[in-house]
C-alpha cells in the first residue's frame, strides 16, 4: 500500500496577484516558501508539510460561490479562533459573522474573503475524534 502524502499544496489564481500576495503575507502572516515569480507559495502550517500558492490567473472566475463544483474553501486551523477574528477585523478584513460554534460540524468558526474573492474560514476543531498537529 502507499504511504500518505508527504506534502499538500492548494493553488489558488487570482488576475491580480499582487493585493492576494500581500494580503497572505502581510495580513495572515504566512511565510513565503518560495516565489516563482507569478506564483508565490506560502508555509500555511509549521513543519513544511501544508502549503498555499497564490498565482496569477489565466481568466477570470467562472463563479463566485465556493460550494459549486470547481469551487473552494480554504479553512486554516487554529485553537484560538477568537483571537484570529480580532486580528483581521483590527487589519481592515471584514468576516462574514462573529465566530460562532456549529452544532452539526462541531467546530467553532468564521468566513471571509481574501483580495481576489476565495472564501477562508478559521476553525476550531471542538470534538476529540480530531487529530491534533503532528498526529
Known sequence: MT????????????EDPEPSWRFY????GLPLAQDQGSCR???????????????RARGPR????????GG???????????GWHARLVAAGVTPDKAPA???????TSFFFRDPAGYTLEVQRF??????????
Not at 503575507?25 to 495572515?28: A, K, P, R
Not at 460554534?101 to 467546530?107: A, P
Not at 480530531?130 to 498526529?135: E, F, I, R, S, T
Open 101 to 107: 460554534y456549529s452544532e452539526t460540524y462541531r467546530v
Open 25 to 28: 503575507e502581510g495580513v495572515l
Open 3 to 14: 504511504a500518505p502524502f508527504d506534502q499538500h499544496v492548494t493553488f489558488l489564481y487570482a
Open 72 to 82: 473552494a474553501v480554504i479553512t486554516f486551523v487554529a485553537q484560538d479562533v477568537e
Open 62 to 69: 467562472v463563479s463566485d460561490n465556493p460550494r459549486v463544483q
Open 126 to 135: 471542538e470534538r476529540p475524534d480530531w487529530p491534533a498537529p503532528g498526529d
Open 41 to 55: 507559495i506560502y508555509a500555511a502550517a509549521p513543519g513544511g508539510r501544508a502549503f498555499l500558492g497564490v498565482c
